[in-house]
């Protein structure tokens, strides 16, 4: 499949997407309403240091609990990210997300977690992979969080993630991370190609550096351009990842549009939208459709502002988040450039980052692992642990065998 491939020109309409979502968090008051809450996700392992965050001590989300919320009865859950130079609290502040009011109705609880500038990746920094690792962080500290402070129904049915522009690349990209979980996506005018355009990778890793005030290094999120750890957090590349997700996208065209809701964002961008986000979902969509993969998509009016984003919410919630999806499919595919994970309850860590894009299949009862440059550990449900070289392909133990034999 083709790919668009822009000269500078293309940075600079990138960089109009900055300005758009770069109103300072507090320039707006959060509605006064006993469901919207504000609580501490810590990073337990360190993945977020200071510096990357606005406000002293562990990273917070804001949460909206549902009417007439009970305790005792298990509700589903929508993780809503939000987008560049946004904070935990944009999706529920009056005049931006207004979520008490764009969400009106909706049964189920709703985590807004902070992702600041950091584009939801564990940042390549010269190899590091961390320092800050907000994949890790979304995935393996908010994720079982959330199940330790709230009662979310267990099914994957009932688990959905959203995110708009940053928000909507980071959904894209964590669905696929973690597909025993979450059931459905929702990318609202998502950024979902980070290979839109040459120097994409510098524009995330400069905006970012930027927003906290950090020196410059255009490497810094991806590493280079085109090297398996870029492409292994370009949604493009992954689509294959989302086989059995449901799938929703949104995107404007640079013509303004009202939700006949206030909002309070003056640095409005019709540029940014049409010449930078909507190619990037048509992009992503040609992808699905190679790919086989059914997605709803709506196109339309509107451009890079909270009005439109309010929009696709909704549009989003009515396509409906929680519908039947299978819950532990024996055919799939999941393409990995993470140390470590899990996929479909199969936990995996690589004993040295992989080389290169490793894929995980499964056909049946065999599990297959292509090359990876490293050996990797797996855990099955059950108990069963395996240590393997890659390439591998091994017989999936059930969950009931007193038996651990990897297989050949």
Request: include cysteine; charge should be negative.
């Amino acid at each position: 499949m083709a790919r668009r491939r822009w000269n500078g020109f293309a940075v600079t309409v990138l960089s109009s997407v900055a300005l758009v979502l770069g109103t300072a968090p507090a320039a707006s008051a959060l509605p006064s309403d006993s469901r919207l809450i504000e609580i501490t996700l810590p990073d337990r392992n360190g993945e977020i240091p200071s510096q990357w965050l606005t406000y002293a001590g562990p990273p917070r989300a804001t949460v909206l609990l549902p009417a007439d919320y009970d305790p005792n009865r298990t509700y589903p859950l929508l993780l809503l990210l939000h987008g560049l130079y946004s904070n935990h609290s944009s999706w529920s502040r009056t005049g931006e997300g207004q979520i008490v009011t764009t969400a009106a109705g909706f049964d189920g609880i709703i985590v807004m977690p902070e992702g600041a500038s950091g584009w939801y990746t564990d940042w390549w920094n010269n190899g590091q992979r961390g320092n800050p690792a907000w994949e890790s962080y979304l995935l393996d500290e908010v994720v079982p969080q959330i199940a330790e402070q709230f009662p979310i129904r267990p099914e994957r049915r009932w688990h959905a993630i959203a995110g708009v522009s940053m928000g909507g690349l980071g959904a894209a990209y964590l669905a696929g991370r973690l597909p025993g979980y979450f059931g459905s996506v929702a990318i609202l005018s998502g950024l979902v190609d980070t290979h839109l355009a040459l120097g994409q990778g510098a524009y995330h890793s400069l905006t970012a550096e930027n927003a906290a005030k950090q020196p410059l290094d255009p490497n810094a999120v991806y590493g280079p351009d085109f090297q398996p750890y870029s492409l292994g957090h370009d949604p493009v590349n992954l689509v294959r990842n989302l086989g059995h997700t449901r799938v929703f996208m949104a995107a404007g065209n640079g013509i303004p549009t009202e939700d006949g809701q206030p909002y309070t964002m003056e640095n409005t961008d019709p540029l940014a939208e049409a010449a930078a986000i909507r190619p990037a979902s048509d992009t992503y969509a040609a992808a699905l459709n190679a790919a086989g993969i059914p997605y709803t998509y709506l196109p339309g009016d509107g451009v890079h502002d909270w009005p439109k984003f309010r929009t696709e919410l909704r549009d989003a919630l009515a396509w409906g988040m929680f519908q039947p999806v299978d819950e532990a499919p024996t055919t799939w595919v999941s393409d990995t450039i993470a140390t470590h994970g899990r996929i479909w309850g199969i936990d995996y860590r690589f004993d040295t980052p992989p080389s290169s894009l490793a894929r995980l299949s499964r056909s049946g009862d065999d599990l297959s692992i292509s090359p990876a440059g490293s050996d990797v550990e797996l855990d099955f449900p059950g108990g069963c642990a395996v240590h393997v070289s890659t390439p591998a392909t091994l017989t999936i133990p059930a969950p009931d065998s007193d038996r651990c034999t990897p297989g050949s």
